[in-house]
């Protein structure tokens, strides 16, 4: 999952890249609402982190981009905890939801979670297609009779690959989903995690599809 982060303060900014990266998501960090208005532009995203008091264009101005290039990823904006017109205008302008600063990062990822559930229209966090499912809370991987726990990327990989049970995935869009900016994508990652993930699963349960790329089976 590939998240755009828009925050000016470098220690919140800091600590929630470097938070959502050990989750398994890859970040995108801009510090300015004109880069994020942009970036959002020219990658997918599966979610937006925005805060609303920038120091160029005001949150709620590359909310409204956002929204008038008809682009519907989810936006979860951070507030100051006074700014209830704030909180009540990003919402009102499609924010889809809002935390107060200070808060926890157990709460952010849970409603960063929460939304990513939403839009992909799965109605618990467990992900499944009958063999494998995934707890998206603990970060389990059940497969046959048997738990593992994962390393971050190989949680993002087999998290893509079960968000929608039969979908190739290729390198490059598995590669997308993994990496944000500042990280160099070593050449061969995507298959030294496929093979990690193999290493639990056996070979059968991930497929590898010549020249297209990698699907689980369809539920
Ligand atoms: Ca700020």
């Known amino acids: 999952m590939k998240i755009l982060l828009i925050e000016d303060d470098l220690m919140i900014g800091q600590s ?5 990266k050990g989750e398994g998501y890859a970040v995108n960090w801009c510090q300015n609402g004109k880069s994020g208005s942009e970036a959002i532009k020219v990658e997918t995203y599966e979610l937006v982190l925005l805060d609303l008091g920038l120091p160029d264009i005001s949150g709620l101005e590359v909310l409204n981009n956002i929204r008038a290039a008809k682009i519907m990823t989810p936006v979860l904006i951070l507030t100051a905890r006074d700014a209830i017109d704030d909180r009540v205008a990003g919402l009102n302008a499609g924010a889809d939801d809002y935390l107060v600063k200070p808060f926890a990062l157990a709460e952010l990822e849970a409603r960063v979670r929460a939304l990513l559930r939403r839009t992909t229209g799965h ?10 499912s995934l707890d998206t809370v603990s970060k389990i991987l059940h497969f046959r009779e048997a738990a593992f726990t994962l390393s971050a990327r190989e949680y993002a990989v ?6 929608s049970p039969g979908k190739v995935w290729s390198r ?11 990280e160099e994508v070593e050449s061969n990652a995507v298959e030294y995690h496929i093979h990690q993930l193999r290493k639990k699963l056996g070979t059968e349960a991930i497929i590898n599809i010549r020249g297209l790329g990698y699907r689980v089976k369809k539920s």
Do not use: D, K, V
């Open 123 to 132: 109605t618990n966090s467990i992900l499944s297609n009958g063999e494998i």
């Open 16 to 20: 929630l890249s470097q938070f959502l």
């Open 158 to 163: 087999i998290y893509a690959l079960m968000e």
């Open 172 to 182: 490059a869009q598995l590669e997308e989903r993994l990496y944000g900016w500042q």
